[in-house]
């Protein structure tokens, strides 16, 4: 191994124990929450649009499970 690689590898290793991280890497109070509420919001969002852009094939599957359900104790 070089020297140069050596030494690259070393200050890879203590800068991550002695030097603190730049203030734009910090956590700040109440980013946990702004994070997991933008997750939501976009979770929500993608829901939407997935059903009203199949909403009608949805019903029809619901209508088709509980038709084979309700006629399942008729007999023939």
């Known amino acids: 191994m070089k020297a ?3 030494l690259k590898k070393a200050w890879h290793f ?3 124990r002695f030097i603190p991280p730049p203030v734009a890497f910090r956590r700040r ?3 946990n929450t702004v994070e997991y509420l933008l997750m939501l919001a ?3 969002a993608a829901a939407v649009i997935l059903i ?3 909403h009608k ?3 029809g599957g ?7 359900i309700l006629g399942a ?3 023939k």
């Open 4 to 6: 140069n690689e050596l």
């Open 14 to 16: 203590l800068a991550g």
């Open 29 to 31: 109070p109440g980013q």
């Open 42 to 44: 976009s979770t929500s």
């Open 52 to 54: 009203g852009a199949f």
């Open 57 to 59: 094939k949805i019903l």
């Open 62 to 68: 619901i209508f088709t499970i509980a038709g084979l």
């Open 73 to 75: 104790g008729t007999p």
